[in-house]
């Protein structure tokens, strides 16, 4: 009473603050950034090493093993995955999550500072953080029918990249396709055979020539100038002009060969929609609104005047996703408060109480955005998803305030509403503050979730919590003086025939199940059998899959394919992608992947596609089978490997990069080659499994030059005179850097005539000597990537998922691999996204059995008794019976989401019994019978119960539709609560206040 009077008397105070807060809630939700997920830590530092051309072997001893071995001893570290392949090594250190990031790249980064002088010299490694932000936000395609691609990059890196930097938020601009300007000098043979030269002796004359030297100053009394020596470069004709010294003087470079403008040799290509073009993609900093950077990028391109021709085209937006699940999330919350209001309505029959709770949805709604923005969260699909499942909620602490004043008002008649206010409060401080508090503190254990489940559902936990707490206050304090404001001239309260005739029927019902304990006790042990078994029956999943509207094909080519061979294929597969009508546009990169990091080589590449909007197509997982289907007929060799972008960051995150992987170990490379392939040729018949990959990544053809050193000896030359020999003869080597207004232009030496094959003579001092004098050659076609896991050998098969559960798919991939049969001292161990679901179900577990102590102390601490919670705990194991009906017919597999809901459902059930056994002890302490007081409870509480029961499954019944983008994460959630909560409040109504009877049979009364 004295709650409801302090709300009275400070009414204005109370009004003021809650406007304020309001509004500062929607300034916050104006500037809260927008994301898709919730921020998730990775945790993992990438390692990339550069190697020249060596063999993986080769790679492995002189590269990978020294990092390897000098991250293996970091602090935190928890496995290092290395993957050494032709010219590369990558190293992929995953750290407990617990530690900064920033602390583990500098560990990293000091480990590899003291493995540098065991590297081969001209080692190049870089290490990052993995986040989100590796990945570009946009990506445009710029076209031009009349300009080349190296003259369309050259606009973008001169005029694009300087006018779009300083954008919020955009951490980098990556530039791909097109081949960059060099000057090339073609040698010819016979002329430096003649004069007794080698291509490096023109290479060095040519970097001599190029030097601008500060050598001091020159004064004067007035005057200060600096005193260069510049003979720095400038065009073809001084290349040309360069005197190459020889033993009789000097020959020019013009007069051993030609010197032209030319293009460096192509290590990457894109093309948009089927056309080559140069790509732009933009990446954000980490806590970055994408939304707003990715608006503010196209808004600049957009008042961009781009030279005649050249036009920009957007194949990939990240944000679209978030704006579509931003909206349907905003709809979802919408249609299910009108759904809620519409229950309210149905059971007062008086429009302006409905007002009333109403009105508290907003207010609610507003003041959560400003708690969750306050402590750094994002507005994401789990934290507005949050919100969608909270509309249903947040208003029961004012149903039960409205419901309770207006039964005062219709009990007590001539009571003053101020007085009705006041005596209903003073009967519900208590249970509504015992039963939010019940629903909250099953939120606590979330924390022990980690990965990627831990990160999405303690947002949305955050959300939810934020939003009962901020309901329960506003229904202590504010809902009162609403009720006062809009009710001052007492409406009058109908009650709805249908609550009036369950009011009629429920009493006798209970006396008779009452009486009937034993039967009672029965059925819930049946429904608990009906349950277990329902529920090892339901197949399983990891996490709820979404239709992100655009999806990456990773393809890779045959070994040894060209560039150009690869690229011709791409195109083939780019029209067959466009030819679906599903597809809207689509852009390709051959030969470097999005990231702009990772190793990537010139028979592999990928083809980003955006879809048509949501509802004018079929499903991804329709388009992405059909589209598998015209890829294997337009370009049968190629392998594929199509995902969804967000879907194969999840995976990261969990350290599952692919839905389905398969660790294979042992000692032998070659025997691990075998025993990998005969795996996954045993998976790829199982229904559901595509895009198969073995783990075995054969390197490209490597022709070996084995030295000769007598024959070297005989000729007067040595083995680095032999490699820069046959260097200079196939792709040539970068003698000097020109510098030019806007950029600096390779100058490139090659020895005409042999293009890129193997010359049958080298061009050495002494003259053209054949290179079967000088060494001898083999080819190998054997080499494979080789991959270790914390040093062990291991090749990862792995797979996709589609139009299979995760749980069906594993077991057949179980049969499979034991009838692969693996040699002795070898293993296989399925990983991925299992791994990372049963890790996660474990942990659900844990957090449900931990929830229910925590339950059991709030209630044990509102009703002083042991006995009381345990009865109301009781009807906990009964509520998944309608989890497991819903998901069934539903057909909507179990994964974290549906546990979610489950957490949820244990504090909905304790709160209505909270409500129901409040009720029951008050009437006892009046001084009437047990059974009685259970019956007069149940009269009481079976309105409140019923309209706040039916409130929440009409705020969650968008989610359970799944209406829209970002509605799919939380719709097994919805189910599963909708389902729990149907049959739930029977057990609520019926089995409590049968078991409390039991529990206190001898009691006549209170004491």
């Known amino acids: 009473?004295?709650?409801?009077?302090?709300?009275?008397?400070?009414?204005?105070?109370?009004?003021?603050?809650?406007?304020?807060?309001?509004?500062?809630?929607?300034?916050?939700?104006?500037?809260?950034?927008?994301?898709?997920?919730?921020?998730?830590?990775?945790?993992?530092?990438?390692?990339?090493?550069?190697?020249?051309?060596?063999?993986?072997?080769?790679?492995?001893?002189?590269?990978?093993?020294?990092?390897?071995?000098?991250?293996?001893?970091?602090?935190?570290?928890?496995?290092?995955?290395?993957?050494?392949?032709?010219?590369?090594?990558?190293?992929?250190?995953?750290?407990d999550p617990s530690t900064p990031s920033v602390a583990d790249l500098q560990y990293v980064n000091a480990a590899i500072s003291q493995a540098r002088n065991a590297l081969p010299p001209d080692t190049a490694v870089q290490a990052y953080v993995v986040t989100p932000q590796t990945e570009p936000v946009l990506s445009y395609g710029l076209t031009s029918p009349a300009l080349s691609q190296?003259?369309?990059?050259?606009?973008?890196?001169?005029?694009?990249?300087?006018?779009?930097?300083?954008?919020?938020?955009?951490?980098?601009?990556?530039?791909?396709?097109?081949?960059?300007?060099?000057?090339?000098?073609?040698?010819?043979?016979?002329?430096?055979?003649?004069?007794?030269?080698?291509?490096?002796?023109?290479?060095?004359?040519?970097?001599?020539?190029?030097?601008?030297?500060?050598?001091?100053?020159?004064?004067?009394?007035?005057?200060?100038?600096?005193?260069?020596?510049?003979?720095?470069?400038?065009?073809?004709?001084?290349?040309?002009?360069?005197?190459?010294?020889?033993?009789?003087?000097?020959?020019?470079?013009?007069?051993?060969?030609?010197?032209?403008?030319?293009?460096?040799?192509?290590?990457?290509?894109?093309?948009?929609?089927?056309?080559?073009?140069?790509?732009?993609?933009?990446?954000a900093l980490a806590g970055a609104d994408n939304v707003k950077m990715a608006q503010t990028i196209k808004t600049r391109l957009a008042g961009i005047a781009f030279p005649a021709g050249i036009e920009a085209h957007r194949y990939w937006d990240a944000t679209d996703l978030i704006v579509a699940s931003q909206k349907s999330l905003r709809d979802a919350i919408l249609i299910g408060a009108l759904l809620a209001l519409g229950v309210i309505f149905f059971f007062l029959r008086n429009l302006r109480m409905t007002i009333v709770a109403a009105l508290i949805i907003p207010a609610a709604m507003a003041i959560a955005i400003l708690?969750?923005?306050?402590?750094?969260?994002?507005?994401?699909?789990?934290?507005?998803?949050?919100?969608?499942?909270?509309?249903?909620?947040?208003?029961?602490?004012?149903?039960?305030?409205?419901?309770?004043?207006?039964?005062?008002?219709?009990?007590?008649?001539?009571?003053?509403?101020?007085?009705?206010?006041?005596?209903?409060?003073?009967?519900?401080?208590?249970?509504?503050?015992?039963?939010?508090?019940?629903?909250?503190?099953?939120?606590?254990?979330?924390?022990?979730?980690?990965?990627?489940?831990?990160?999405?559902?303690?947002?949305?936990?955050?959300?939810?919590?934020?939003?009962?707490?901020?309901?329960?206050?506003?229904?202590?304090?504010?809902?009162?003086?609403?009720?006062?404001?809009?009710?001052?001239?007492?409406?009058?309260?109908?009650?709805?025939?249908?609550?009036?005739?369950?009011?009629?029927?429920?009493?006798?019902?209970?006396?008779?199940?009452?009486?009937?304990?034993?039967?009672?006790?029965?059925?819930?042990?049946?429904?608990?059998?009906?349950?277990?078994?329902?529920?090892?029956?339901?197949?399983?999943?990891?996490?709820?899959?979404?239709?992100?509207?655009?999806?990456?094909?990773?393809?890779?080519?045959?070994?040894?394919?060209s560039l150009a061979a690869s690229d011709a294929a791409a195109l083939r597969m780019e029209r067959a992608v466009l030819a679906d009508p599903a597809v809207r546009t689509e852009g390709r990169v051959t030969g470097i992947d999005t990231n702009g990091l990772s190793p990537t080589p010139v028979r592999a590449g990928i083809i980003r596609v955006r879809l048509n909007p949501l509802g004018t197509r079929p499903s991804y997982e329709t388009v992405a089978q059909r589209l598998r289907t015209a890829l294997n007929d337009a370009v049968p060799a190629a392998s594929l490997d199509v995902h969804q972008i967000l879907e194969d960051l999840i995976n990261d995150v969990s350290g599952a990069p692919a839905p389905i992987q398969i660790a294979v170990s042992g000692g032998d490379q070659a025997t691990l080659v075998q025993t990998a392939t005969r795996v996954a040729d045993g998976i790829s018949s199982i229904p559901g499994v595509t895009d198969v990959f073995s783990g075995v990544n054969r390197s490209d053809p490597t022709l070996h030059v084995i030295p000769d050193l007598a024959g070297l000896a005989r000729s007067g030359t040595d083995t680095a005179a032999l490699a820069e020999g046959i260097g200079a003869a196939t792709q040539g080597r970068i003698a000097t850097n020109i510098a030019e207004t806007s950029m600096t232009v390779p100058v490139r030496i090659r020895v005409a005539g042999s293009g890129d094959a193997l010359p049958d003579f080298v061009a050495l001092g002494g003259g053209g000597i054949p290179l079967a004098q000088l060494a001898r050659t083999r080819v190998d076609r054997t080499a494979t990537d080789v991959t270790e896991i914390n040093g062990e050998r291991t090749l990862l098969v792995s797979a996709n998922t589609a139009g299979r559960s995760l749980s069906a798919t594993v077991r057949d991939i179980r049969a499979a691999i034991a009838r692969a049969g693996l040699p002795p001292g070898y293993r296989a161990q399925i990983q991925g996204a299992y791994q990372a679901q049963q890790?996660?179900?474990?942990?659900?577990?844990?957090?449900?059995?931990?929830?229910?102590?925590?339950?059991?102390?709030?209630?044990?601490?509102?009703?002083?008794?042991?006995?009381?919670?345990?009865?109301?705990?009781?009807?906990?194991?009964?509520?998944?019976?309608?989890?497991?009906?819903?998901?069934?017919?539903?057909?909507?597999?179990?994964?974290?989401?549906?546990?979610?809901?489950?957490?949820?459902?244990?504090?909905?059930?304790?709160?209505?019994?909270?409500?129901?056994?409040?009720?029951?002890?008050?009437?006892?302490?009046?001084?009437?019978?047990?059974?009685?007081?259970?019956?007069?409870?149940?009269?009481?509480?079976?309105?409140?119960?019923?309209?706040?029961?039916?409130?929440?499954?009409?705020?969650?019944?968008?989610?359970?539709?799944?209406?829209?983008?970002?509605?799919?994460?939380?719709?097994?959630?919805?189910?599963?609560?909708?389902?729990?909560?149907?049959?739930?409040?029977?057990?609520?109504?019926?089995?409590?206040?049968?078991?409390?009877?039991?529990?206190?049979?001898?009691?006549?009364?209170?004491?």
């Open 371 to 561: 708690a969750i923005s306050s402590v750094g969260e994002t507005l994401n699909i789990m934290s507005v998803g949050g919100l969608a499942v909270a509309v249903g909620l947040i208003i029961d602490d004012a149903i039960v305030v409205v419901e309770g004043i207006a039964r005062t008002l219709h009990d007590v008649p001539n009571l003053p509403i101020s007085e009705a206010i006041a005596v209903t409060m003073q009967r519900l401080v208590a249970p509504m503050t015992a039963s939010t508090l019940a629903t909250i503190v099953v939120f606590i254990p979330l924390a022990l979730l980690s990965g990627v489940s831990g990160a999405f559902f303690r947002a949305l936990a955050l959300t939810l919590s934020c939003a009962l707490l901020v309901s329960l206050a506003l229904a202590f304090f504010v809902t009162p003086l609403l009720f006062r404001l809009i009710l001052s001239r007492r409406t009058p309260h109908e009650e709805n025939p249908f609550v009036a005739h369950a009011l009629q029927r429920y009493g006798p019902f209970l006396h008779w199940a009452i009486a009937r304990r034993t039967p009672v006790y029965g059925l819930a042990v049946a429904v608990l059998v009906v349950t277990a078994v329902l529920l090892a029956m339901l197949p399983s999943d990891f996490l709820p899959r979404l239709d992100e509207g655009q999806f990456e094909i990773a393809y890779r080519m045959p070994v040894g394919t």
């Open 1 to 95: 009473m004295k709650l409801a009077r302090f709300s009275i008397r400070n009414a204005r105070a109370i009004a003021f603050v809650t406007i304020a807060l309001v509004a500062a809630g929607v300034w916050a939700y104006v500037r809260t950034p927008a994301s898709i997920f919730p921020e998730m830590r990775f945790s993992r530092i990438d390692v990339v090493a550069e190697a020249g051309d060596l063999p993986p072997e080769q790679v492995r001893v002189a590269v990978t093993l020294p990092l390897e071995r000098a991250f293996l001893g970091l602090p935190a570290m928890q496995r290092v995955v290395a993957t050494s392949s032709q010219g590369s090594s990558e190293l992929a250190v995953t750290f």
């Open 150 to 283: 190296t003259l369309v990059r050259e606009y973008a890196q001169r005029a694009l990249v300087p006018a779009l930097y300083g954008v919020p938020g955009l951490g980098r601009i990556l530039v791909v396709g097109g081949a960059q300007r060099e000057y090339h000098v073609d040698l010819d043979s016979a002329a430096l055979a003649a004069s007794g030269l080698s291509a490096r002796d023109v290479g060095n004359a040519i970097a001599s020539a190029n030097d601008v030297t500060a050598v001091g100053l020159a004064q004067t009394e007035s005057q200060r100038r600096a005193v260069l020596v510049d003979s720095g470069l400038r065009d073809a004709s001084q290349l040309a002009r360069i005197v190459v010294p020889t033993r009789g003087g000097g020959l020019t470079v013009g007069s051993l060969g030609s010197v032209r403008l030319g293009v460096a040799p192509l290590t990457d290509q894109m093309s948009y929609n089927a056309t080559h073009a140069v790509g732009i993609s933009f990446y």
């Open 839 to 1007: 890790q996660s179900f474990r942990e659900f577990i844990l957090v449900i059995a931990i929830a229910i102590g925590l339950v059991f102390f709030v209630m044990l601490a509102a009703f002083r008794s042991f006995r009381q919670p345990i009865v109301i705990l009781a009807a906990v194991p009964l509520a998944p019976i309608g989890v497991a009906i819903a998901l069934t017919l539903t057909q909507t597999t179990f994964n974290v989401a549906s546990f979610m809901g489950l957490l949820l459902l244990v504090g909905l059930v304790v709160k209505n019994g909270i409500l129901l056994i409040d009720a029951a002890n008050r009437r006892r302490a009046e001084g009437i019978a047990v059974e009685e007081a259970l019956v007069l409870a149940g009269r009481e509480r079976l309105r409140p119960i019923l309209m706040t029961t039916l409130a929440a499954i009409g705020g969650l019944l968008p989610l359970a539709f799944g209406i829209g983008a970002g509605a799919a994460m939380e719709q097994p959630l919805a189910i599963a609560v909708v389902g729990g909560l149907s049959t739930a409040t029977f057990f609520t109504l019926v089995l409590i206040p049968v078991m409390y009877a039991g529990l206190y049979a001898r009691d006549r009364a209170a004491t």
